[in-house]
């Protein structure tokens, strides 16, 4: 391995070059006024896969964005390995709170800071330049390796699994590598076994016909603001727990072994609240901050709007407001009917003065892997060879919804090689990633082809 | 009158060309980037003033926008009447749901439709047509005008008090006239003699430093929005009331006679819900609509905003969100009073894991008018000539702040001859107002200064 690992040490300027191009594209699944640059990143992606050593490389349209596909099979006996990753990137409001803009890549001592940088593009370009550097040096692969790069991650994965339902021999493989979770903290090689679910739900509350001057009418009609602040308090009892019916049956609790393991962790709720910047943290009682974050189901308002919100003061009774209200699931909560509960539900606590309106956006399977797999394993020594450091085993609370899909329709596990750090502020204004981790996980990515190729 | 009353009814087209000019600007107060137009309105003001025939027209420059001032003192031993009106309007948005542009005054049938067509252009501009028709008939007035208009009413009269204080000279006047509220329904002439006051508050909730990913962090600390909602559902109680402490304590009793001549009225709840669109109307349990409309204090929620507003789903807790509420307030509630209750109480319900900042962004106090002043009577037979029907007298939900100042500092009743309707969409998208209206309204003023005058 000796050549190759030294191969990406000395190609990690023009690597990170290459990153800066891709952080360009402006790839937001949400908005459609992004569309073309959506098509764009997709090309971007097969383009690298191409120069990387794929035989095989294809973009699948879906009726959303399109899939990236790339293959090297030239390793016949040897196991396959496909390696999911998602080019798109989360929206970047509030604009004004990024320091530098977030689709020109800027580096900052070992940062680079842009729009996806972590999440997910800096994370699965580890993958291509490790494929390459294989090429490079050796002129081929010691395992079969297929590439999955999908669009919508950031939006449900709408179109991936009818995708991996229709082309499962093509995907067919012996595992799943995706980097795309977080090491427990910098320098620390760390391996995600359990993820949260997620059911995103969109609630509005519809008053009266038009906004009313709240002069002239306040007192005499329900206030669909107030309405819908009075709906969502409802949702969380007194000790922080969710109220919706049922909605703790199917929650699998914490086994002793591994809440031994979170003790390991050492966490420090108020080193945690501090980089927070809040004074003390929240959350339902009696669980460790760490029980809260991993393993525990969660209530969240992601978005609220109504009324007047610009600057000084408008009387008016908004004739509606809405919300985003998202609820994280872990094992065995099936989002499909945690969806139906909160619909059911929040029906319940409307008034008849207004009409409610419940749409589900998304919903995503949470996920627990067995720690004893082959492909576990080989990724835990993998990474302990590039940090020089002993692995370490967690859960985390995000979800990524394909690793269920994976597990149920391809019967392949999972193997979580994250190289983020949950302070690089995905999904905020100024997320960045670590320029060490980049060239350690080209380095990790490297060392786990040759250690599950074994 | 006659010949003053037809040359009002002759020059009708001309009054609402003139009135479309004025329509045109886009006078809104609170928006900083309409400064230069509030200007522009002023002076327009001013100059239709000095068109009418009044021998004194200035304009004073306030911190905020500036006061058009008119006289005409030429009827010495008669009595001096203040007329006051605003020629700031509300701002337009949502600006998509106007089915014609808000600054590009559109007739249909009866109707002229613009921002401020009711709210107050419209009406404070029939004064200045009557004064008009006075001078060009007669050549003179019956009595001594004075006008009073300000920029700053919908954005809670800031400057006007201090002024008001600094000119108690100029302003002497025996009446106030204003025309800023409406008929109790089309075709009825009515006289408002009580109002609603206001406290306009708003909160904010400030948690993590940063926006954050609501699956790496949801669960450990408190989500700002949901705190925000937990805080506003606790300001009512189930039966609806306001649950601030002492909020109540100087609420005024409806009198029996008051009581008996709102049941006068045959209010309908079931075509008022209709009118408004909602299955059923809401409000404080144990009173009627008209009471909670006129002489009940409520508490609205204007405006609410916080995390991913946007089109499709963004999985973030909001590192802060924000609400406007608003307090009518009615005899005796003072809102410096309760303002300070409201802080003191939003303070006490909000958790440690949070801040909360909250700022008082303006107040007004309620009135209550004699119906037995002589300005009052004389407004009510003068309405009853040009409408030709008994004039009621009612309440009115909304505010007028400058009511109480007046009252105060130039111990001057107030007579509130509304020519608008509460259907008319003051404050909304699509506001508009009568002609009809309009012209009668031109009318009873004539009428009122020649029966005042007496």
Redesign the interface.
Known sequence: MEPIIQFIQSNQNLYVEELKTFLRIPSIS???ENKEDMKHCAAFVADKLQQAGMSRVEIFPTEGHPIVYGEWLGAPGKPTVLIYGHYDV??V??VE?WNTPPFEPTIKGDNIFARGATDDKGQMFIHIKSVEAFFKVKGSLPLNIKFIIEGEE???SEHLEGFIQQHKDLLKCDAVLISDT?LYEAGLPTITYGL?G?A?MEVEVA?????????????????P??V???I?????DKKGRVTIPNFYDDVLPLSKEEKKNFELFNFSDKK?AKE?????????SKFS?LE??WV???????????????????????SK?S??I?M?LVPNQDPKKIAKSFTKYIKSLA?????VIISN??GAYPTLSPLTGKAVKAAAVSMEKAFNKKTVFMR????IPVVATFQRILKAPSVLMGFGL?SE??????EHFSLTHFQLGIQSSAYFFEEYSK
């Open positions: 949400t908005l459609p989360q929206p409001d509030p709170l950031e939006i449900g977080s949260r997620l995103y008053g009266p016909g038009k906004d009313l001057h709240s002069g002239s009418f306040g007192g005499a009609v329900a206030n603001i107030n819908l602040a009075e969502i308090a409802k949702l969380h945690f927070l910047g809040v004074q003390e943290l929240a959350g339902e901050t809260r974050l525990r189901p969660t209530l969240d308002c992601n978005g609220i709007i109504g009324g007047f919100t610009g600057k000084g003061a408008k009387t008016v009774i908004a407001a919300a985003k998202s994280r008034p008849k003065s207004v009409k956006l998304h985390e609370g995000g979800s949950n502020n995905l999904h905020s204004p100024n």
